[in-house]
């Protein structure tokens, strides 16, 4: 029987290269804590309701958000946030690659406020690391 220490090598080096980015990406927190399936499956088993009841009206909330801020209306939620729509003014931009200048034109985004008593919470819940 050969062993072949090529292939063996190649998944030690792409297992290594994971664990590594895997801990990188964890020292900037961008592993995900927490998804939308978490969210649903919580409220689900907090009011005892079915998943499939919770998902429709998490995804139900989420639609008519997105559709106020569409339609340019902010959407304020009393002691969590706001969510808003930002307008971001016309600018001049660089295209390094070919070294010319861009205009930008004005648009809208999307935005989220927290709310004081929100951002309150987060601060003395969370001590920096």
């Known amino acids: 029987m050969w062993l072949n220490f ?3 090598y190649l998944n030690y080096s792409f297992f290594n290269l994971y664990i590594c980015n895997l801990k990188k990406l964890h020292k900037l927190n961008y592993i995900i804590k927490m998804t939308k399936a978490d969210i649903v499956a919580k409220i689900a088993d907090k009011l005892g309701l079915e998943k499939g009841d919770v998902q429709a009206t998490v995804e139900s909330f989420m639609d008519e958000v997105k559709n106020s801020l ?3 209306d902010n959407v304020y939620l009393r002691g969590f946030g706001s969510f808003i729509v930002k307008t971001r003014a016309e600018k001049t931009g660089r295209n390094i690659s070919k070294n010319t200048t861009i205009k930008i034109p004005a648009h809208n985004i999307p935005a989220f406020k927290p709310a004081k008593v929100f ?3 987060v601060k003395t819940n969370n ?3």
């Open 70 to 72: 569409e339609t340019g």
């Open 6 to 8: 090529n292939h063996l």
């Open 119 to 121: 951002v309150e919470g």
């Open 127 to 129: 001590e920096t690391k």
